[in-house]
């Protein structure tokens, strides 16, 4: 599985943005997809995750009530709505796949992962 992520770019607090990440492969609807977050310097930061389905979905506390993971297996493509966002939200995003059902916030436990989009709020 490649993953593509697309839709970074340079907002003002309390914008929103949505992020894409486009996956290549057959079995993109076996796959539990996340999104994380990384800054320099900084351990990677577990997001959000979403099962096959869409039946099962976690968020960290940090962003959840503003941020909402979706996919469309039709497309292979997940999505991440990010609104009301903040300057502390400003990081790298990216997408990530593991094979199975099961929801998991470790990075460890995903197999695949795309190249990052930038994501930078301004004050």
């Known amino acids: 599985v490649q993953l593509v992520e697309s839709g970074g770019g340079l907002v003002q607090a309390g914008d929103s943005l949505r992020l894409s990440c486009a996956a290549s492969?057959?079995?993109?609807?076996?796959?539990?997809m996340g999104w994380f977050r990384q800054n320099p310097g900084k351990e990677r930061e577990f997001v959000a995750a979403?099962?096959?389905?869409?039946?099962?979905?976690y968020y960290a506390d940090s962003v959840k009530g503003r941020f909402t993971i979706s996919r469309d297996n039709a497309k292979n493509t997940v999505y991440l709505q990010m609104n009301s966002l903040k300057p502390e939200d400003t990081a790298v995003y990216y997408c990530?796949?593991?094979?199975?059902?099961?929801?998991?916030?470790?990075?460890?436990?995903?197999?695949?992962w795309g190249q990052g989009t930038q994501v930078t709020v301004s004050s």
């Open positions: 990530a796949a593991k094979w199975g059902w099961v929801l998991s916030e470790g990075g460890d436990d995903y197999e695949f």
């Open positions: 492969g057959r079995t993109f609807s076996s796959h539990t």
């Open positions: 979403i099962t096959w389905n869409g039946g099962d979905i």
